[in-house]
């Protein structure tokens, strides 16, 4: 049973990750942080990245789809990031995040893994 | 009806340094440290670790009093209700610190009146993960300015939730109905959270949100009542807690059962 520390450190360990967060997304408090550094403050990526989470879920809801959201992923010209939301009975509302540096990262790998964190952390 | 942008209690930081452990009290909470760290947070306003944890029928409340029966004295309720399966480890951390912040939000929240200090009391909540008080205060603080970004209308935090007649188009969310269904005019957006079993600040975030989409009314008068303050008892207990009254007590509830 992993609580959010090896959840984090294990997400750290995925080929070309950045950083990694537990986030919120009602209130958008990173419940835990890894990786990242002066130039990526991830508290600021989790904050903002909820309004993307719940832009697509509000969006859904328009559009009446009765489905849930597994994974979101951004492209940007060097880095990847990932969106998992957790669908465990008590994840109300959390999602993990992963950066990945584009060069390094193999992306159907890190989603794998990044699936495989979520099931152990069992919220 | 703003944030102050200067530090939210320049105590809390000093206590921090010197690496404290009791704990702080003031008005709209109560922050317990550990070595300077903040291990636990209370307040009126914000529902309990209790109540997230047996909200939705993840932990039943007979395990939770279960738990506080027999762990409650030794200071160590989390740890046994992970150590006999009943909380997972990673679910108890993210509930506790969950509760942690709510609580932080609204024990810190600006010019509340005196603050406190009490050298050596301890939770019996018990260790799950400490989290740095400089940590607390920043996130008190952004979630001051997250709500204020929303809906700069502080007054309808602690008033009670009025829808307002729909028809201009906005809707809300499943999430933001379920807080509709309980706004009766009594309850306050904290009771709301209660009922409901969420975190205050979830609940208030998403009322204000509501509140800027014109689905619940905003109060024009802003003399609403603040939230409950803390009882007087819990700045009036004794530095000194009397160890063998409690032993006896506790022995003789043991006994009678």
Known sequence: MANTETALKEAITIEGAIGAALVDYTSGMALGTIGGGKEFDLTVAAAGNTDVVRSKVRTMEHLGLKDEIEDILITLGTQYHLIRLMKGRGSNGLFLYLALDKDRANLAMARHQLKKIEAELDV | ?257
């Open chain 2, 1 to 257: 009806m703003t944030a102050a942008p200067t530090a939210v209690s320049p105590m809390l930081l000093r206590l921090a340094e010197e690496r404290a452990t009791g704990v702080l009290v003031r008005d709209h909470g109560a922050l317990y440290l550990a070595d300077g760290q903040v291990v636990h947070a209370e307040s009126p306003a914000a529902p309990g670790i209790e109540v997230l944890l047996t909200a939705g029928g993840r932990l039943a409340p007979e395990g939770w009093q279960e738990a506080v029966t027999r762990a409650g004295a030794r200071r160590e309720v989390a740890r046994f209700l992970v150590d006999s399966g009943q909380v997972a480890d990673g679910e108890m951390e993210i509930c506790h610190l969950g509760a942690l912040h709510d609580a932080a939000f609204f024990a810190l929240a600006p010019g509340s009146g005196p603050t406190r200090f009490r050298y050596g009391v301890a939770h019996w909540i018990g260790a799950v993960r400490p989290v740095p008080a400089v940590a607390v205060a920043r996130e008190a603080r952004r979630r001051r300015g997250l709500l204020d970004s929303v809906w700069p209308h502080s007054e309808v935090d602690t008033a009670p939730l009025r829808c307002r007649p729909s028809g201009h188009g906005a809707t809300a969310t499943p999430r933001q109905r379920t807080l509709l269904e309980l706004a009766d005019g009594v309850r306050t957006p904290s009771a709301i959270a209660r009922a409901v079993g969420r975190p205050a600040f979830n609940t208030l975030l998403e009322v204000r949100r509501m509140a800027a989409a014109g689905l619940v009314e905003t109060p024009s008068d802003p003399a609403v009542p603040d939230p409950a303050p803390l009882p007087a008892w819990v700045a009036d207990f004794a530095v000194d807690p009397d160890i063998a009254l409690l032993r006896r007590l506790r022995d003789a509830l043991e006994a009678s059962l």
